[in-house]
């Protein structure tokens, strides 16, 4: 961990909808900018590159574009695309804000899911979307992974899970609170039926994300520098009043701490994703 | 008629009976069961055996403290991912002898320092939430004062969850949203009423399935009421088979929310 990664955060990263990728507008083709060491990047190179610069920080992606290089091609079958939600606490600029996110991820809410084929292995997936609302969890984020986890405990299937979120999404208020005790309650069920669950890790996982369903992965790994924690760092130097040791809330501490099972890279995540699944594949799995 | 910021205010008042209180006044024989087995012992979360009319059951409260000093031992109570840990150990032993689990909630949150992240304060919630879903005894929890966050719902997995007149349960403080939302902490106010988390918004929601009177502070009158009701559930639970319970609790949860999930009409389906 070098000490730019550690001092590059702005304060209040996840409640201003995320540091993401910057683009340059000065040239004429839009330029992505790692935010650790300003490299610039032609959208197609970096692509190409699985938005992982040459310094070695994992950007952030969609999730569209993580299944598109997560899944074998054409494999993936969106569930649940139809669902979306409304403003059921009347909550003050949530209509817009939900607008804007729509407009800008292009995606209904904060989580898609689906079913795949991993390298030939068949699985449940939902990956969420950090440019809807910094993944946060609301109700129809709720509902989506309860019913992914139910359709995979009924169809015998692995679940792969990629996560990104700031947490319970505070506009859907106590509402959001709940989604974590019901997809926790729909991972038990899935769990105690024998069904495998592997939850990946990503830039950031926090909250009410990570006091739930992200932390109750039969195997969790991660993605390198991901920070991934309960409270947010800004919050704990509030309370402690002491300077955060270095490191603190990467995946790498989490690791160190027990949390983690392996920390993998970006390049080698869909091997070791496939490699478990086959690991898992029959025997007594539901 | 008080508004969301002064029930929140009046929730977190230090003249507010704490969990402690309710337990020695609503069980018989209370004996204090410390530690997780792990780490440590949470001071911040309190639990332990009594009994309730001559049945054994578990009890466990996060407790604030009733003075500066208890305050301080408490840690304000906000418990440590140990806590957590401790709360469910009494509660795998609830299941194995067959105890109803008892909980009172009255935390700001769980803790939010150094060590709770290097103990895994997600974790530790997170497998509470789990395990509560399917632990085969009754639960119930019962929010006493404040109600903060996933600090709150680890102990909140319940069959019925109950909430007292002045108590609150939200996904995040007043304070905290404003500040995040508007950049000032000062619209708490707005907050409060914007996030719902009165008791009685709480049960609308069907988020708690009792708000329980709080006879203007008269503690005798809300322990007499509570006598009743703790009563009433007990029969009602015991007469049920612990799957019917099960199903019941994971039910309650998985349909929080949903009626304001909706479903994008296709124009095929229209033409159809």
């Known amino acids: 961990m070098s000490l730019p990664m550690i001092f590059r955060k702005s304060k209040n990263e996840l409640e201003k909808g995320g540091r993401s990728m910057s683009v340059d507008v000065s040239r004429e083709v839009p330029m992505v900018k790692c935010p650790v060491c300003t490299r610039s990047y032609i959208p197609d190179d970096i692509r190409k590159e699985k938005y992982v610069c040459a310094c070695g920080h994992h950007m952030r992606m969609s999730a569209r574009q993580r299944i598109d290089f997560l899944a074998d091609k054409d494999s993936f079958t969106e569930l649940y695309a139809d669902l979306f939600g409304s403003d059921p606490l009347q909550f003050p600029g949530y209509r817009e804000k939900l607008e804007q996110s729509r407009n800008k991820s292009e995606e209904q809410e904060g989580v898609i899911c689906g079913t795949a084929d991993i390298l030939r292995q068949p699985c449940a997936v939902f990956v969420m979307e950090s440019q809807f609302m910094m993944g946060s969890m609301g109700t129809v984020v709720g509902e989506k992974l309860t019913r992914l986890f139910e359709y995979a405990m009924e169809h015998h299937l692995p679940v792969v899970g990629c996560t990104v979120s700031g947490g319970a999404r505070m506009q859907e208020g106590i509402l959001s609170l709940m989604q974590m005790a019901k997809v926790s309650g729909a991972v038990k069920r899935y769990s105690d039926a024998g069904g495998f669950y592997l939850t990946i890790l990503t830039d950031p996982t926090t909250g009410g994300v990570t006091a739930s369903f992200a932390m109750e992965g039969d195997i969790i790994i991660s993605e390198p520098g991901a920070t991934i924690g309960f409270a947010g760092a800004r919050v704990i130097e509030q309370t402690v009043r002491k300077k955060l040791p270095a490191g603190f809330q990467k995946a790498e501490f989490l690791m160190e701490h027990g949390f983690i099972d392996k920390i993998v890279p970006r390049s080698k995540l869909k091997n070791v994703t496939a490699h478990l699944l086959a690991l898992h594949a029959g025997g007594t799995a539901i | ?272």
């Open chain 2, 1 to 272: 008629m008080k508004t969301a910021y002064e029930r929140v205010k009046e929730a977190r008042s230090v003249e507010r009976p704490t969990g402690q209180d309710f337990i020695t006044g609503l069980f018989k024989g209370f004996i204090e069961l410390h530690g997780d087995r792990r780490f440590s012992d949470d001071t911040a979360m309190l639990g332990g055996l009594a009994k309730w009319k001559g049945q054994a059951v578990t009890v466990l409260t996060t407790e604030k403290g009733k003075d500066t000093k208890e305050r301080i031992y408490r840690n304000f109570g906000a418990p440590n991912p140990e806590g957590y840990r401790k709360a469910l150990r009494l509660m795998k032993q609830a299941e194995k002898f067959g105890r109803p689990v008892i909980c009172f909630v009255d935390t700001s949150g769980a803790y939010c320092g150094i060590g709770a992240e290097e103990r895994g304060q997600g974790q530790a919630i997170a497998e509470n939430l789990m395990e509560m879903m399917t632990l085969r005894t009754p639960i119930l929890t019962i929010l006493i004062g404040e109600g903060g966050s996933g600090g709150a719902l680890a102990l909140g997995v319940a069959d019925e969850v109950w909430i007292l007149e002045n108590a609150v349960y939200s996904v995040i403080s007043p304070e905290g949203c404003a500040s995040i939302l508007w950049k000032d902490a000062a619209k708490a106010d707005e907050a409060a009423k914007s996030l719902h988390l009165t008791a009685e918004d709480v049960k609308e929601l069907h988020v708690a399935e009792k708000v329980i009177p709080e006879y203007d502070g008269n503690f005798n009158a809300i322990l007499e009421e509570l006598r009743g009701q703790i009563e009433q559930w007990m029969n009602k639970v015991t007469s049920c088979t612990i799957e019917e319970l099960l199903e019941k609790r994971y039910a309650r949860f998985r349909a929080i929310g949903s009626e304001y999930v909706k479903e994008i009409v296709s124009s095929q389906e229209d033409d159809r």
